[in-house]
């Protein structure tokens, strides 16, 4: 493991985590890239291309994806890897488990699946040529829940630290593998309910334990638990006061201390991932918890877009007793599950009509409101960013190259030519695109 070690040479583990990730920027080990921030820090990326057959450029392969998933592809080294399920038939007397919402039953309009038989798999590509390495199969059966009709079994976005990659499943459990496809651990984190909409929230890692966020319907089923990276065991757990949430938590590191964040609709709590013990906690988004917690150097912004808007930004750390840790807070144009991106001093704020909002990140001041993108389109990808630029990815399969900074404008317009609900990763130059049928890479400029 690459941030073993550190220790010995005298260096404090979160340190030495710190500056491994710093020398490995060129991945893409995880959900949102280095840090959960949606950000690269290279050069070099194309800013045009399109798949279309009679207008092809930039596309350096093209590999087929059997199954459907939302879970974006990862990148260390010349791996990527990705998630995929692929449902079966019905099963006699399969059926999710029953659920309530203020005390009474509840049947979500749009789930399903939970009555059918699923194999969930992890895949091991090759970065160059897009060549299927390995294929290896977690689980196969009934699963415990529905899902969203508009979800996937293979939400969860991977997890990888130069020799292992972590996949999560939910209620189907964690699978740990080798880069070379080798099965080595597989761990169960209960069962539990999710409205029948499915699971969403992507794990973390921290030193050598990765970081779940499993939050349930029923009372008393939601908990962070540490899983120790090499065996798989329980490092730690701690019970949380909260309902169902989808959001993956963010490691944050700018109050002099390291803090695992998370966000609930009932609260936002912070907890130390080496014991996890809470160290601070304040208001939630007060809706649907989906979107990821952006970190700047010290405070947080949380948002959500359903039932309600909400952007808020929270201080983070320590602070003095009676001190506020509300900074700002907004209540329009938040989507109901992109994340917005915190890039170079500003929040960007993608709507699901199609429009953009950018702040200040520290004191919340509007930039712009409500700026058009060429073409109105749902979007289920959140955006990325690189090198002064924001891409932003509708369910078309279309992305939009928007310039960074204080004047909105529209660079570029890519198709892909099949719909796309995972965002993009950035890693060594190129640029992965997981479309609804297959896993595109955009070759590096020049």
């Not at 890239?33 to 050069?43: I, K, L, M, Q, Y």
């Not at 399109?50 to 974006?72: D, F, M, Q, V, Y």
């Not at 803090?259 to 906690?281: F, H, I, N, Q, S």
């Not at 200040?360 to 509007?366: H, L, S, V």
Request: glycine share 12%.
């Amino acid at each position: 493991m690459l941030l073993t070690g550190g220790a010995m040479l005298g260096f404090h583990p979160s340190l030495f985590a710190s500056l491994s990730i710093l020398m490995n920027a060129s991945n893409w080990e995880g959900w949102r890239g280095p840090g959960g921030r949606g950000v690269s820090d290279e050069t070099g990326f194309a800013e045009e291309w399109s798949a279309e057959k009679k207008a092809e450029k930039n596309i350096a392969w093209k590999t087929p994806i059997r199954g459907r998933g939302l879970s974006s592809p990862i990148v260390w080294g010349k791996r990527v890897f990705i998630t995929t399920a692929v449902e079966g038939e019905k099963v006699p007397g399969a059926k999710p488990p029953k659920h309530q919402l203020g005390g009474e039953d509840f049947v979500h309009p749009d789930s399903t699946g939970g009555d059918r038989s699923h194999e969930l798999f992890v895949l091991g590509i090759d970065l160059e040529s897009g060549k299927v390495l390995w294929e290896s199969r977690v689980h196969e059966g009934t699963v415990h829940d529905d899902r969203h009709r508009r979800a996937s079994y293979a939400s969860p976005t991977s997890v990888a630290d130069g020799e292992r990659v972590f996949s999560f499943f939910g209620q189907e459990g964690v699978a740990c593998h080798d880069f070379d496809g080798k099965l080595l651990w597989k761990a169960d984190v209960g069962k539990y309910g999710t409205i029948g909409l499915g699971v969403g929230s992507s794990p973390v890692l921290f030193d050598d334990v990765l970081v779940i966020q499993r939050d349930g319907s029923a009372p008393k089923e939601s908990f962070l638990v540490a899983l120790t990276a090499r065996t798989g065991k329980e490092a730690w757990r701690v019970e949380r006061d909260v309902s169902v949430s989808w959001s993956t938590p963010i490691l944050f590191r700018g109050a002099g201390r390291p803090e695992v964040v998370t966000c609930a609709m009932e609260r936002t709590l912070a907890y130390d991932p080496r014991t996890g013990k809470e160290l601070w906690r304040a208001r939630g988004v007060e809706a649907n918890a989906i979107h990821t917690p952006l970190a700047g150097e010290d405070f947080i912004v949380l948002s959500a877009g359903y039932p309600t808007k909400r952007v808020l930004a929270l201080k983070a750390g320590e602070i003095k007793e009676g001190e506020d840790r509300l900074l700002w807070e907004y209540g329009r144009g938040a989507a109901y599950v992109i994340s917005p991106i915190l890039y170079r001093g500003h929040v960007y704020l993608p709507s699901d009509g199609g429009s953009l909002t950018c702040f200040e990140a520290r004191t919340g001041k509007i930039v712009y409101e409500g700026k058009r993108l060429p073409s109105p389109n749902r979007c289920t990808a959140s955006p990325v960013a690189f090198d002064g630029k924001i891409l932003i990815t509708g369910e078309d399969g279309v992305t939009f190259v928007i310039a960074a900074g204080p004047e909105h404008r529209v660079l570029a317009t890519n198709p892909i030519g099949e719909p796309v609900h995972a965002s993009l990763a950035l890693s060594q130059g190129r640029i992965l695109i997981r479309g609804e049928r297959h896993l595109f890479c955009v070759r590096k400029a020049g």
